[in-house]
């Protein structure tokens, strides 16, 4: 069992910058696609970035490309989502997730197993 811990919400104006953190504990991810998720007011669940366990290959929602990076440092069995020029609409709940079964190229933006109790970010204009 894997339990995730995210950490790094909070309130940013807009053209802003936030790190959010997800500490992975009971297990080593250092062989778990990660991936972000984000559900804002009203709507569903959506995706945002994932991250392959090797080649460090990435994916990323159109919405965020090019102003989040996902990163990861498996020996502090920690993901990271670096979010820059924040807009109002990225306010929303960000979670982070796991998964044991992709491939090592892999960055799935579906079927995640395992995840956390989400971290609040507010961006207001």
């Known amino acids: 069992q894997v339990q995730l811990v995210e950490s790094g919400g909070g309130l940013v104006q807009a053209g802003g910058s936030l790190r959010l953190s997800c500490v992975a504990s009971g297990r080593n991810i250092n062989y778990y696609a990660m991936g972000w998720f984000r559900q804002g007011p009203g709507k569903e669940r959506e995706f945002v970035a994932a991250i392959s366990w090797s080649y460090s290959i990435t994916n990323y929602a159109d919405s965020v490309k090019g102003r989040f990076t996902i990163f990861r440092d498996n020996a502090k069995n920690t993901v990271y989502l670096q979010m820059n020029s924040l807009k109002p609409e990225d306010t929303a709940v960000y979670y982070c997730?796991?998964?044991?079964?992709?491939?090592?190229?892999?960055?799935?933006?579906?079927?995640?197993?395992?995840w956390g109790q989400g971290t609040q970010v507010t961006v207001s204009s």
């Open positions: 997730a796991a998964d044991p079964h992709a491939g090592p190229r892999y960055a799935p933006i579906a079927g995640y197993d395992y």
